[in-house]
C-alpha cells in the first residue's frame, strides 16, 4: 500500500508557503536569508536520492522552514514498497515561527508512518547550524548522516562575523551561509553518504568561493547538477534573481562521470538531461576548478561548438579591473575635462560597442585630476579592448566589448578606467590596434556567450572569468580585427561566421 497522506502533508505544505513566507517580517527574512522550497523542486530533489533497502536512514535537513523537503523525502520513503530501512530525520530551524509549522508538519509524517508500519522518528533543535555543527567538541557533532537535503540560507558572511570564527574552527573558509551549511553537512556525513541541495550557482566560479569548490570536490563526487534556465523562476514568490542549481554530492565517491539536466523553471515541463564526463564539468588544467555546466544539445549553434585553446598570457595579453574606485577619489572627479585632467571611462561610455566621451548629461564624471596621487591609476595613451563587469537583464549576451583608442579622445596622453570596466592590455600598455578589434569582435561572438554561460550564472563579468577563457591565437586574431575594423555596421550573424571561419 501507498501512502497518500504523507503527500497530502507535501500539498499542505505548498498552500501554505505563500501566507507564511509573506507573513514573516521582511527584515528578518532577509537578516536570515529564508527562501522557501516549492513542493515540485522538493519531490525532484528527493528523486535523486538511492533509497537503501535496509538498515536506518538518518536525514539532516539544515534550515528545515516549513519541512517541505523533509516531507518529500519521507514520501519517497513511504513509496518505496521494496524497502525496510527505518527513517531517522534530524532538523534545523532557527525561526520560532517556522519550527511551529516544521514540527506540526513532521508530527504528521510520523502519524502517517505508523498507519503504514514504518518507523520514522524526528529530532527538531532552535539552533543555529553553523554554530552547532562547527564545534562538535563542545556539542558531540560527529558524521552519522546517511542523508542531507538542503535548501540553505543566502546570506553573505562578514570576514569579522561569529559566523566566520565558527567556520574556520571546522577548517572551512567561505563567504555565503549556503555554501557554509553545505560545507558543513558534507562533513557531518558518512562515506558514500548522499547530499542533494538547491543553491545559488555563484559558487560555480570566480575566486571568493575558490576553497568552496576545492573543499566539496577533494571530500565528494559531484554525481548530479541541475539548472533552472530561467534566473527568477525556481523561487519566483520571493522575487529571487539569482540563478540557482541543485547538486548531488556523494563523500567518499570516486568522481566519473556527472548527470546533467536542464528545465526551464519549478515546474520541470521542459526537463532534460545527459551524462557528461567530468573533464568537460571540470577542465583537468584549471586550477580555480572552475564548474562548468554543459549545455543541452539542442542549444547549441555550429558556432558555439568550435574549440580554442590559448590563455591570454600566450597571447602576449592581460586582464584587469579598472583601478579607479570613484567613491575613493570624489575630489579628484570632474565633470567637464580641463587641463590637468584625464579622460575618465565608465561603462555608461562605451555602451552600444561604441565609445562616447564625454556624455554632458551624464551623472558619472568624465575626467580624472591628473596628479602625483592618480598617476598609478592611469594608463597611457593606445588602443585597449574593454568588458562591462555587469551586463544589462536586457542584453542578449552577457559580455560585451568595446574598443577604446585614446587618439579619439582630444588625443589624451593618459586615460583613467573606472572599476566597473574590464580592461585588456599589455604590461599596462596599450595594444596593436588589429588585435584589439579582433578581441573585441571574438568576445561579442555567441561562441563566447554560451562558454561563459557554462560556468557563470549572474550579470556580473570578472577579470578573473575572462582570464579562465580560451582564445584563438595572436595572428588569428589580428586577422578578425582587420576585417572587423572594416566592418562598421556589422552584425551578430556575421561576426559568429567569422569566428567560425578561424583556425
Request: with cysteine.
Amino acid at each position: 500500500m501507498v501512502s497518500m497522506l504523507v503527500e497530502s502533508i507535501v500539498e499542505r505544505i505548498e498552500l501554505v508557503r505563500p501566507a507564511v513566507s509573506a507573513k514573516l517580517k521582511e527584515a528578518r527574512r532577509s537578516a536570515l536569508g529564508q527562501f522557501m522550497t516549492s513542493a515540485s523542486v522538493a519531490r525532484y530533489m528527493a528523486s535523486l536520492f538511492s533509497i537503501p533497502q535496509q538498515g536506518e536512514i538518518q536525514l539532516l535537513d539544515p534550515g528545515a522552514g516549513l519541512g517541505a523537503l523533509s516531507a518529500a523525502f519521507i514520501q519517497r520513503w513511504q513509496h518505496l514498497a521494496e524497502t525496510s530501512a527505518t527513517l531517522a530525520v534530524t532538523v534545523y530551524e532557527i525561526d520560532d515561527e517556522l519550527r511551529k509549522y516544521l514540527e506540526s508538519h513532521l508530527a504528521g509524517c510520523q502519524d502517517d508512518a505508523v498507519e503504514l508500519h514504518r518507523k520514522l522518528s524526528f529530532k527538531t533543535y532552535p539552533f543555529d547550524f553553523i554554530e552547532v555543527a562547527a564545534s562538535p567538541l563542545e556539542y558531540d557533532v560527529r558524521p552519522i548522516y546517511t542523508h542531507a537535503i538542503l535548501n540553505p540560507p543566502y546570506k553573505k558572511i562578514r570576514n569579522d562575523s561569529t559566523h566566520r570564527k565558527w567556520l574556520r574552527v571546522s577548517g572551512i573558509e567561505t563567504v555565503n551561509l549556503y555554501s557554509a551549511f553545505v560545507a558543513l553537512a558534507l562533513q557531518l556525513l558518512v562515506k558514500d553518504g548522499e547530499l542533494v541541495a538547491i543553491i545559488p550557482r555563484s559558487f560555480c566560479n570566480g575566486p571568493y568561493y575558490k576553497s568552496f569548490r576545492k573543499f566539496i570536490l577533494q571530500v565528494a563526487s559531484l554525481d548530479h547538477i541541475h539548472l533552472f534556465d530561467s534566473r527568477n523562476k525556481a523561487f519566483k514568490d520571493d522575487e529571487v534573481l539569482q540563478e540557482n542549481v541543485i547538486i548531488k554530492l556523494v563523500r567518499g565517491k570516486y568522481q566519473g562521470a556527472v548527470t546533467v539536466s536542464h528545465c526551464a523553471d519549478g515546474a520541470f515541463d521542459d526537463y532534460r538531461e545527459s551524462v557528461r564526463e567530468f573533464k568537460d564539468i571540470v577542465k583537468a588544467d584549471d586550477i580555480d576548478q572552475f564548474i562548468h555546466i554543459p549545455l543541452c544539445e539542442e542549444t547549441l549553434r555550429p558556432t558555439s561548438v568550435r574549440p580554442f585553446h590559448h590563455k591570454l598570457l600566450e597571447l602576449g595579453l592581460e586582464i584587469s579591473t579598472g583601478p579607479v574606485v570613484d567613491f575613493r577619489m570624489k575630489s579628484h572627479l570632474r565633470k567637464v575635462a580641463t587641463p590637468g585632467t584625464v579622460p575618465l571611462l565608465y561603462p555608461c561610455h562605451v555602451a552600444d560597442n561604441r565609445v562616447s566621451w564625454p556624455l554632458e548629461n551624464s551623472k558619472k564624471a568624465n575626467a580624472l585630476v591628473f596628479d602625483s596621487e592618480t598617476r598609478k591609476w592611469l594608463f597611457p595613451a593606445g588602443c585597449y579592448t574593454v568588458v562591462r563587469r555587469f551586463s544589462a537583464k536586457e542584453e542578449k549576451r552577457r559580455i560585451v566589448a568595446t574598443v577604446i583608442k585614446t587618439a579619439d579622445l582630444q588625443n589624451c596622453e593618459m586615460v583613467a578606467f573606472e572599476n566597473h570596466l574590464n580592461v585588456f592590455h599589455s604590461r599596462k600598455q596599450g595594444i596593436p590596434e588589429d588585435l584589439a578589434y579582433g578581441l573585441c569582435a571574438y568576445l561579442n561572438s555567441s561562441v563566447v556567450d554560451l562558454n561563459f554561460r557554462t560556468f557563470n550564472g549572474h550579470t556580473q563579468v570578472n577579470a578573473t572569468d575572462l582570464r579562465v577563457l580560451k582564445y584563438p591565437d595572436r595572428q588569428a586574431l589580428i586577422k578578425l580585427g582587420r576585417w572587423a575594423k572594416k566592418a562598421v555596421k556589422r552584425t551578430q550573424e556575421q561576426i559568429d561566421e567569422r569566428v567560425q571561419e578561424l583556425s
